[in-house]
């Protein structure tokens, strides 16, 4: 089966078995994922890993999951290029999100609002400059039997709102 | 294909040849994508799409409308814009992709990332069937005729163009900075930054 016709589960019903996530298994992921578009090549991303062994690291800030890693992004002045930076980092969520899967390690990617509090930008070292664009949750998961592949899925989407120019 | 070998032999596209690209073929890869992005609900995205001679005329004509008045653009004779205009109108195939900006405290950034997201996988999925594109958000089309022709509402954000076609040749990747370099490892209270 190829990457394209796998079924990507929908990420709020992700069940993590509770092993770590290694990091060597990120920063491979991360090192294709990082292969995304961004105009300029700007690069505009930066990463904080998390491991959450002991469980608590995040408080209840986040739903539990083995590891978490959150994506920071440079914040410009210029609404275009933060336009443009912004995207860049969605893109390379995207990659990672794929490559994740072909691993069996779920990725749950969120925008959470506690990500504003100064408190705990502080914490997690985010400059002046940037903002935190996306906390993934992370953890392996158990492959979904075969036969439930198609159940366990995302939703088929409801009509592409596709229209002629 | 290997995923990990799309994803970093995927190269920005400028230059095309003249193949056509079948209208089903995007809708297929596009109906694909939006299943691969698969959060959860629907995603709050819109698709535009010109692909006949036509249709990609009347599109160029807006993306460029501003040219000849533009402050920037000013000193740009006429026969450049004709020149941008023929190389554009040439182009197989364009996707224009529009989020909705909802109400969340970003202004529709859920959407935007969607759309970004499924993007993405378009830009792989087509990669594998030897399709290549460019994702334009050039300040000088974002005008005011060019919204209007794609029919932007007051809640909606451009996300992009996609400029969609067949290839001869893929120019080289430029580089990556390896992620160990962007890496830092949370240690409880104050994170250490590289
Ligand atoms: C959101 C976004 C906007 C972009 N806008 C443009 C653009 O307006 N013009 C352009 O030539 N390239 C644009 N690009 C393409 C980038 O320049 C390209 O991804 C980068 O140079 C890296 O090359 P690669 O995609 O071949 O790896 C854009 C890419 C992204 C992700």
């Known amino acids: 089966m190829t990457w394209a016709d796998r079924t990507i589960p929908d990420s709020k019903r992700l069940r993590y078995r509770s092993g770590p996530v290694p990091q060597p298994i990120v920063l491979e992921l991360l090192n294709h994922a990082v292969w995304a578009p961004n105009h300029g090549l700007r690069e505009p991303w930066r990463f904080i890993f998390v491991d959450n062994g002991k469980g608590d690291a995040l408080g209840k800030a986040q739903e539990p999951a083995p590891a978490y890693l959150v994506v920071a992004m440079k914040e410009e002045a210029n609404p275009y290029k933060r336009h443009e930076d912004f995207a860049a980092v969605c893109c390379l969520v995207q990659n990672f999100r794929l490559l994740a899967w072909e691993r069996q390690l779920g990725v749950r990617a969120t925008r959470p609002e506690w990500t504003d509090d100064p408190l705990r930008r502080r914490s997690f070292g985010i400059r002046e400059t940037e903002s935190i664009a996306f906390v993934l949750e992370m953890g392996f998961v158990d492959p979904p039997p075969p036969e439930s592949a198609s159940s366990a899925a995302a939703p088929a989407p409801a009509g592409l709102a596709f229209e002629l120019f | ?194």
């Open chain 2, 1 to 194: 294909m290997d995923l990990a070998t799309i994803i970093t032999e995927r190269r920005s596209i400028r230059r095309f040849n003249s193949r056509s690209v079948s209208q089903e073929l995007v809708t297929e890869l596009l109906a694909q994508a939006v299943r691969l992005y698969g959060q959860g609900e629907s995603p709050r995205v819109r698709f535009v799409y010109a692909g006949t001679p036509e249709a990609r005329e009347r599109l160029v004509d807006g993306m460029t409308s501003s040219m000849r008045e533009n402050k920037l653009m000013r000193w740009v004779p006429g026969k450049m814009i004709e020149l941008f205009k023929s190389r554009f109108t040439a182009i197989p195939g364009h996707l224009i992709v529009v989020a909705e900006a909802g109400s969340d405290r970003s202004g529709g950034e859920a959407s935007v990332a969607a759309a970004c997201g499924i993007m993405q996988i378009f830009q792989l999925l087509g990669w594998e069937q030897g399709l290549g594109m460019l994702w334009d958000t050039e300040r000088i089309i974002q005008n005011e005729v060019f919204f209007k022709q794609i029919g932007i509402r007051d809640h909606e954000v451009f996300v992009g163009i996609l400029h969609i076609g067949y290839f001869d040749k893929a120019p080289r990747g430029r580089s990556r900075t390896p992620a160990e370099k962007k890496w830092t490892v949370y240690e409880g209270r104050e994170a250490k930054t590289v």
